[in-house]
């Protein structure tokens, strides 16, 4: 038999804020019994819930268990800035213009099919356009290093053949409100999401086919004749097969040992911005910012239900322990409230009602940790940095390999080489912080 024993479990660190300004969730149940499963998942991010979702898609007969070790959307799914970006996005360039145009063309169309995926689960569970809006997203650029990106970027778009719009100081001015912006690349393929609206609007409509469980951390795994047995603190599954949709966590069960970053990114979200703040801040309802540099701050501005917003994420931390601390999450929300002043000087007394920490997993090369890891155990983990697009994608990928024995977008993944190792520490954590370190002050203003 060969056994693999959580190592830790999943711990966030303050209050998933897409999920605090919602309505009170309806709790999905806690496994609390023995059963069996033809197919296991563990995860009930972006990754899992798609491939439970394309699993049940692909062989309604199948009997499907995903469990959730917290609540749904309080997770790395929940804490996520809500970007489904269909063009390349490499959090490691500069201004995310590729080199390789048939791979980026690739790209895009996969991420395209993740997106339609998305798109159909929206009118599934009918997501109003607050939750999910196809409305594109600008990078915006606050130096000339940062326009002259939005420009590099512009060129490789018209190499590929996408669409794109330039925009000028002033008209970022008319969109956002801020005067902090010098140029703007917009970018129409991109969806919006309210990631907490999602996840918990696909886990309820699961429930209906599937055995959804949340408050159900697995705890650990065994192979026995036949099958695998899943451990949680209060049941057991018999199970056929098993999908790890964990992420980093893949590593708090044994596998790939020193070959994935735990990254730590950390966001703040306003209290609903009152009447005079509004009209003081003018522009579009609704817009969504990357920086013209990948390591400088994301900003969006939300209006719906939950009243007039303004979401800040920046800042970011290496954690081989896939955990960080309420002191830096502290630190990260000073650097919040300078980076708000800066884009709204006009706004003094817009304070901050949320901040959270989200853990994203990335790999040196930028490979997935995807495919068969042993008989009936599979893996759709480290999405690097690009969770909501590339999870929904190894969810359908990994989903498609069991049932079917491969896929286009399948083989993708398998075709990528395996991740490499880290140094050992303290160096990987000395070298990975000075690194974040220098790639943020690099990124200025943007």
């Known amino acids: 038999m060969r056994q693999h024993k959580a190592r830790r479990l999943p711990r966030q660190t303050g209050p998933a804020g897409w999920n605090a300004i919602l309505p009170p969730q309806i709790a999905l149940p806690e496994l609390t019994e023995d059963h069996s499963a033809d197919v296991t998942i563990i995860g009930g991010g972006f990754a899992g819930l798609s491939a439970a979702r394309r699993l049940a898609q692909l062989d309604a007969g199948l009997k499907i268990t995903l469990l ?53 689960v929206a009118a599934d569970c009918e997501l109003s356009q607050e939750m999910f ?69 696909l886990s309820a409509r699961l429930a209906e086919v599937a055995g959804i469980y949340e ?78 540099n990948p390591m400088g701050t994301s900003v969006r501005r939300i209006s719906g239900s939950y009243g007039d917003r303004i979401l800040i994420r920046t800042c970011s931390s290496f954690h081989p322990s896939i955990e960080t601390s309420q002191t830096r999450l502290r630190k990260a929300g000073l650097v919040h409230d300078r980076k708000f002043r800066e884009r709204f000087p006009h706004l003094p007394d817009v304070q901050a009602q949320h901040r ?28 690097n940095g690009l969770g909501i697009a590339r999870g929904t994608l190894q969810g359908m990928g990994i989903a498609e390999l069991l049932t ?37 002050w690099r990124s200025g203003k943007e």
């Open 356 to 383: 959270w920490a989200g853990m994203l997993c990335l790999s040196r090369n930028g490979s997935a940790a995807f495919g068969e890891l042993d008989t009936g155990l599979y893996a759709a983990c480290c999405q």
């Open 215 to 292: 408050n159900s951390p697995v705890t650990g795994f065994e192979k026995q004749a036949g099958g695998w047995i899943v451990e949680t603190p209060k049941a057991r599954i018999a199970t056929g097969r098993i999908i790890l949709a964990n992420n980093g966590h893949l590593e708090s069960f044994g596998f790939y040992q020193h070959r994935l970053i735990h990254i730590c990114l950390y966001a703040s979200i306003t209290k609903p911005l009152t009447p005079k703040q509004i009209k003081t801040l003018g522009g579009q309802t609704r817009w969504a910012v990357t920086p013209a």
């Open 68 to 120: 959730e070790a917290g609540r749904f959307a309080e997770g790395s799914a929940g804490r996520n800035s809500g970007f489904m970006i269909d063009l390349p996005h490499d959090l490691s360039s500069d201004n995310y213009a590729g080199t390789g145009l048939d791979a980026d063309r690739a790209a895009i169309a996969l991420n395209r099919q993740a997106i339609a995926f998305a798109s159909g």
């Open 404 to 440: 079917q024995g491969g896929s286009q977008i399948a083989d993708h993944f398998l075709a990528q080489p395996m991740p490499p190792r880290l140094p050992p520490e303290p160096f990987a954590s000395l070298g990975a912080n000075a690194y974040l370190a220098w790639k943020g």
């Open 133 to 201: 809006d196809p409305c594109g997203k600008f990078n915006a650029a606050a130096t000339k290093a940062g326009d002259q990106h939005n420009r590099d970027f512009a060129t490789h778009l018209e190499r590929l053949g996408e669409p794109f719009s330039l925009y000028d100081q002033q008209q970022m001015h008319e969109i956002t409100g801020s005067p902090h912006y010098t140029s703007g690349l917009y970018a129409p393929g991109t969806v919006m999401l309210q990631p907490a609206a999602y996840v918990r609007a």
